[in-house]
């Protein structure tokens, strides 16, 4: 099939590249030069472990191609895909406005028959919306249907995700639209959802949302677990092992953060106070969440009591593991906050340290894990990677100034730390 894609962010980029890999032709369109002529070198603008191969490959099999141009690839399509961002405003609502300025251009360079597919998340609503604009842009003959196909995977694990997904949703009111996008997923193994525009729609933000109660909820545990003396991974292992409630994402931390989970739950709780409904729930998973993170302050206070002349270590920026993302990293909250009370922070990441810098400053970017511990009073980790998992502790402890560890990730066996000399403060335990 011959496909086009607005947008090449992380779902644009890693499901474009995925159906070129599965033999469609495949054009993705962006606006800016730069960007558009590294992709054509292969060059991807996000770290995502694989990608970067496959994209080269597909470039060189002539099934994948980066362009400015909406003409005539739009015309050619059979589908089209909107997969541009849609930001959280102040409000917390979905900024629509790239969706529907690519909608008008969609619409100007419409000819056949194309599905409209919309794989950003939206708010319930727009993918109508999108049908009203292009209906008023597009040349008289030209036909087409929208669709609402959204994304759910992870970045880290974007391609696994993509070619192996719990579930394909396909929201459209067109019998023509749904069977051409089941034949476009068929060679993808997951189960088909066919439904309407509006709960295809409703289905993306309900699952984020859901994931971050079960993150918040284990964080709430892991903190009574905390005043108690309960042990809150063993509690939450406990729980998880329900198959009705299910081990993942029940990880207690330094709390949830991305491009996704933020946004989608801002943009849930502004949605219902649109129709009348407070979603108060939601209010409190997010206010959860900011505790988590001010929660690895406290326990920084209590183990140093002043900050000042001290020197805290914080091993991962980014949002998780296997990403270079720092959006609404929970890093730069924690961060800022031992800053605005005179810590003195050295901080590491094996890929985010680009990134980090053009968000975080007053701190010292060094160059490796050895220099980020060396002469610290406090060590956090704040990003589960595997290279920080692997470390040598003894050596670290040498280096440190003062062996305190706050493992914001639970990646150590706090047993064996305190049997090394270590004070260790986990999140639950
Ligand atoms: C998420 C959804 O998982 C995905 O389906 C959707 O398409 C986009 O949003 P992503 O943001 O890439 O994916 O990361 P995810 O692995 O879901 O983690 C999100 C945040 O939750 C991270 O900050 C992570 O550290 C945190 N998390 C996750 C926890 O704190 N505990 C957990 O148990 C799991």
Known sequence: MKITFLGHGYVGLVTATVFADLGNTVHVIGHTKDKIDNLN??????????????VQRNIKSKRLFFTL???PYIQESDIVFIAVGTPPKKNGEADLTTVFEVAEKIGKNLSGFTVVATKSTVP???NKKVKEIISKTKPEKAEFEVASVPEFLREGSAIGDTLNPDRIIIGTESKKAEALLVEL???IDGHFVLTNLETAEMIKYASNSFLAVKISFANAIA???E???ADGIKVLEGVGLDKRVG???LQPGAGYGGSCFPKDVKA???IAKGYGYKFALLEEVEAINRNSRNDIVRKAEKLLGTFKNKKISVLGLAFKSNTDDMRDAPSIDIINMLKEKKAFVQAYDPQAMNNAKKIISGIEFCEDIHHTVQDANLLIVLTEWNEFKEIDLREVKKLMKTPLIIDGRNIYDSEKLKKMGFTYLGVGR
């Open 185 to 187: 997923h068929k060679p």
């Open 268 to 270: 849930l709780i502004s």
């Open 247 to 249: 081990k993942e994402f």
């Open 41 to 54: 070198k292969g060059i991807i603008p996000i770290y995502e472990p694989g990608l970067s191969e496959v």
């Open 124 to 126: 319930v609503g727009t």
């Open 223 to 225: 903190k009574l677990s």
């Open 227 to 229: 005043l108690t003396g």
């Open 69 to 71: 141009d909406y003409s």
